[in-house]
């Protein structure tokens, strides 16, 4: 039975890639001169990503912490990494966001077009030069006042604990003062973990979205990344008791 949901939900999600896509070359085209943000290409991107997890029998999705998604003004939302749906889950948060891809992903169909045409960045981990690029467009884009996603470890969770929390989101939000927007979220690694793509059972999906923490100029990136580890390894280790 979960082999079946497994492969009745990867399915889905293609469909809904392919079924999106036409529109949201259409959109592209309709709304690039005058939303120079890309902010109406995300929610369309949410809308689909929203219906894909809906659709599936694996989970059922319960978020937490709306009141917190100020779109007044940017933040540097950071989420940690469990699953390969994470991105999806990023867009149902409907939160205008860019996020940082491996540049391998602009290559791939569809989802590359997408990418590419939501004016995400794709960075070459490899590339020490890529790197320091994407760092300065993140910091030009959060001046802009558009807001940021990262996955602070950089990586899937190999055992659903946090990892390491990688300084660079950090540094961004230190040299603007852009403030830090949590989100916290569990059972994407109970259902499909690091290695794999058959879900191991049926698993609710739980999104927290905390309090921003105030940045200033003269916080360390490393203090931030530290602090910010402390504060979502609390809510991870709070909704694990809630169950």
Known sequence: MLALMSLFTWFEIALC???????????FVLTALFDR??????YHSGLWCAFALWL??????????REHLDRSKPHVVIMNHQSLIDVLIAFRLFYPVKMIGKKILGFV??????LF?????LVDRKNQKSQFDAIRRL???LQKGDSLLVF?????TRDGELGEFKKGAFRSASSTGTSLLPVV????????????????????IYIHILPPILVSTEDKPADLALRSREVMDAELQRIRSLK
């Open 17 to 27: 890639f392919l079924l999106f896509i036409p529109i949201q070359l259409v959109l």
């Open 37 to 42: 943000r890309r902010v109406v290409m995300h």
């Open 56 to 65: 599936s029998p694996l989970w059922k999705v319960k978020i937490q912490g």
């Open 109 to 114: 169909p569809i989802i590359g077009w997408n």
């Open 117 to 121: 045409l939501s004016g995400h960045l």
């Open 139 to 141: 910091e030009t884009l």
């Open 152 to 156: 602070p470890e950089g990586t899937r």
């Open 185 to 204: 979220i569990d059972g994407p690694y109970q259902v499909l973990p690091r290695k794999g793509f058959n879900a191991l059972c049926r698993h609710p």
